[in-house]
């Protein structure tokens, strides 16, 4: 077996961290029920890796019983990446000679995109089928078959939606037992409509979980195939209890930001479901790979129209991001007067503003005098502006409630050295992708115009007064490309300063010793079969 020669040292760079589950404040009946949802998530894990890798599933099996250290080492690699690409080096396989799968274990192995566009132009009338985010493609002979997950998977949907069928009957909020039933029907239809129209009006659950295939990440081939990725969710009361101030203001932060008033359309009236809470298990593409702090689901448009989404803050996730690698680069990089400052907190408003503002500003670009759909204006340089525009408008929003008294004055350095030490963070991934694009246009805008700076050692820090006009203006800048869908305008922009200077890339080596992100052990076991 060919596995890559620096395997140790690839494992440290992912903090080995317990995720407890706390049971306090939970009646028996409800930790009976948490057992369940644990159950269905385990089902959809064994689902996930004949999604993601059946090889490196196999392998992962194979060496369960294994006492050599090598074996070890690749089973828990491989438990990190969900497969045996590793994600830290450009998905190139840690262990074995095979390339990379783009179609991973959706399609044939040998099927290149153009062999499928080529046979769906021959096959129209199977286009729907293979294209759909529930079904995987398998070759017989010279033609394609499509098999919907429900049928695929079937031997992990029946006792999964089992499960969650137990898991509703010991639940004594109706309204939840009302949607894990209509979850456990969807597992076995792929149709989650319905049952995500109750997910999302559920009201302050205690307990609640996210079971269904919704992101198309995995799928390299043609980006369509959504990959299963459970969680089961504690609410914490406190955090969420704060949650109602930022709900209280979105409507008059929509009214005051630096825009004409037709491209901000109101807010008043409309709510926002969100809730802070703790993952106390993952599975799927929430438990391989990158552990995130915050997710805005369901991603069906016809659900976007009629209810919005639902925002939901992983707090457990976020200290631990937080503490093992946010706070670790900032000591490296920040003066420590200011590194001391940024904090779990900090970078909660952060990002809770940051989801939020995601809603805010233009809803359309106004093109000659029509409404045009954002993504359709701005092209492939949307994605990057609009996060650049959730954090920007995320970072003015909190100093405007700081402004206003509805967040403590003396919290806002607070939010800036987190908002700083969570852009090293991003940045140590590169600008290949939205999220790096946006915050190294961020970095460099604010370096230009004095909100961030660097002393004479070197170190970082936030000026803070600088940064409150380097944010408002950059804040403007951004709202107006969405709302003209200023497509060249902002391409120019990003071309500009979506360069890393010099003086970054450098400081950021000295951060190789600090993680890149954390390697969860769950209260439950993975039990993967
Ligand atoms: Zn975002």
Sequence with gaps: ??????????????????????????????????????????????????????????LYLRLANSTDPQDKQVRHYLLINGS????????????????????????????????????????????????SPFTVVRQDGDKLQSSPYHVAFKSFMQPAAAALREAADLSDDHDFANFLRLRADALLSDDYYQSD??????????????????????????????????????????????????????????????????????????????????AVFRGGDMRHGYQSVADNLPNDPRIHAEKGTKKLFFKNFMDARVNYVILPIAKVLMTPKQASKASGEGYLAGTIMHEICHGLGPAYSRMNGKQVDLRE?????????????????????????????????DRLQEYYTSYLAGNFRTLRFGIGEAHGQAEMMEFNYHLEHGGFKHDATGRYYVDFAKLSESIAS???ILLEFEAKGDRAGTEAWFKKYDVMPQDLVDSLKKTSEVPVDVDPTFSFPDKIE
């Design 84 to 131: 045996r690409y590793d994600l830290l080096d450009g998905n190139k396989p840690f262990v074995g000679d095979e390339p990379y799968r783009p179609g991973r274990g959706y399609y044939p192995a040998s099927l290149t995109r153009d062999q499928i566009e080529a046979y769906v132009k021959e096959h129209p009338d199977q286009k729907d089928e293979i294209y």
């Design 197 to 278: 129209l109750a997910w999302v009006d559920l009201k302050n659950p205690k307990v609640d979980v996210i079971m269904a295939p919704y992101e198309v990440y995995l799928d390299d081939l043609l980006g369509v195939k959504a990959s299963y990725g459970p969680s089961v969710l504690i609410r914490n009361e406190e955090e969420s209890r704060k949650l109602a101030i930022y709900e209280k203001y979105v409507a008059d932060i929509q009214d005051a930001l630096p825009l004409a008033p037709e491209d901000r359309p109101s807010k008043k009236g409309q709510t926002t479901p969100m809730e802070v809470i703790d």
């Design 474 to 476: 950059l804040a403007k």
């Design 1 to 58: 077996m060919k596995v890559a020669p620096d395997l140790g040292q690839r494992l440290v760079k992912w903090k080995a961290v317990q995720i407890p589950f706390n049971s306090a404040g939970l009646s028996a009946r409800q930790v009976a029920m948490v057992s369940k949802l644990v159950e269905a998530t385990q089902y959809l894990e064994d689902a996930y890796w004949r999604q993601s890798d059946p090889e490196g599933l196999a």
């Design 377 to 409: 204006a701005l092209g492939p340089a949307f994605s990057g502006l609009e996060e650049a525009k959730a954090d920007v408008v995320g970072m003015f929003a909190l100093g405007w409630l700081v402004e206003h008294g509805a967040l403590p004055k």
